[in-house]
């Protein structure tokens, strides 16, 4: 079974930052893309960041310039890093990922979201 866990998420100051981490578990042999969501109360789901294998990652205009999406394949995990925050970055962040299995299956799987609020 080939599951996202998101963690990383709490309360954060206004201007602070955050370190959000997607780490795959499972057969995997590779993904395609990851890409970073979140999703306000009320809103739709926002796409925020994705890279893709061995290509360079792209960021909404929302956060581009203050986060960065990169990997470390060797623990299959995908981290979101956050600054400057404000209190409209406050959502339920989501990883969503195109995996390959080492049995060939093809997976197109969310994690379960981490909450981030950004309040004084």
């Known amino acids: 079974q080939v599951q996202l866990v998101e963690s990383g998420g709490g309360l954060v100051q206004p201007g602070g930052s955050l370190s959000l981490s997607c780490a795959a578990s499972g057969s995997i042999l590779t993904f395609y893309a990851i890409g970073w969501y979140r999703q306000a109360p009320g809103k739709q789901r926002e796409l925020l960041a994705t890279i893709t294998n061995g290509g360079s990652p792209n960021y909404a205009d929302s956060v581009k310039g203050r986060s960065t999406i990169d990997t470390d394949n060797a623990k299959n995990t995908v981290y979101l890093r956050m600054n400057s925050l404000k209190p409209e970055d406050t959502a339920v962040y989501y990883c969503?990922?195109?995996?390959?299995?080492?049995?060939?299956?093809?997976?197109?799987?969310w994690g379960q979201g981490t909450q981030v609020t950004v309040s004084s």
């Open positions: 969503n990922a195109d995996l390959i299995g080492r049995d060939g299956t093809l997976y197109d799987i």
